[in-house]
């Protein structure tokens, strides 16, 4: 497989650095954090599996460092992370505030920052009426929403930029 873009020339070069050739593994997101049976345990301490079985020796992505996350791993942050939240046109003149999201469906990945984000709001202020979450890759939440699918996605602002300028109608 071909790792390409910011990441993947920071990899090589980490690689590079310690005169190595990086090989590249595709997993899904939750699996980076799954323990040995195969499951993500956000309250546990544990070496994911992919680790612990020497599948890999780091992992290159844009990853937020949340507390269970350094339970599982060391993490070294590079870059800042910032969300937004991604909705239908049609629905923008109803969306002003955290609260007018309960009962909408999100379109999220599982185990990703953005997904621990929903659970926090569904847990606190939307316990009442919490969002519904429709778990799918992340490349393929902006077009969930776009579709129709879902009511929202949470993406980073990078993503969200370049997705609603460049890929949705």
């Known amino acids: 497989c071909q790792y390409t873009g910011v990441i993947g020339e920071m990899v090589a070069a980490f690689a590079h650095s310690l005169d190595l050739k990086p090989e590249y593994w595709v997993s899904s997101w939750d699996g980076l954090f799954h323990n040995e049976a195969g499951q993500t ?39 800042p992370s910032r969300m937004m939240i991604v909705a239908h046109k049609d629905m923008a003149k109803n969306l002003r505030e955290v609260s007018d999201l309960g009962g909408l469906t999100v379109s999220v990945e599982q185990s990703m920052s953005l997904h621990t984000w929903v659970d926090e709001q569904n847990a606190g202020l939307l316990k009442d009426n919490p969002i519904e ?11 969930a929403v776009d579709r129709g699918d879902a009511d929202f996605t949470v993406v980073s602002v990078l ?11």
Request: charged fraction near 30%.
């Open 41 to 79: 345990i956000k309250e546990a301490s544990y070496t994911p599996r992919v680790m612990a079985e020497e599948q890999c020796d780091i992992i290159g992505a844009v990853m937020v460092s949340l507390d269970w996350r350094q339970r599982k791993m060391e993490m070294e942050c590079f870059l």
């Open 159 to 169: 993503d969200a930029l370049y997705h609603t300028r460049n890929l949705v109608k």
């Open 133 to 143: 979450i429709d778990f799918r890759p992340y490349d393929e939440s902006i077009p």
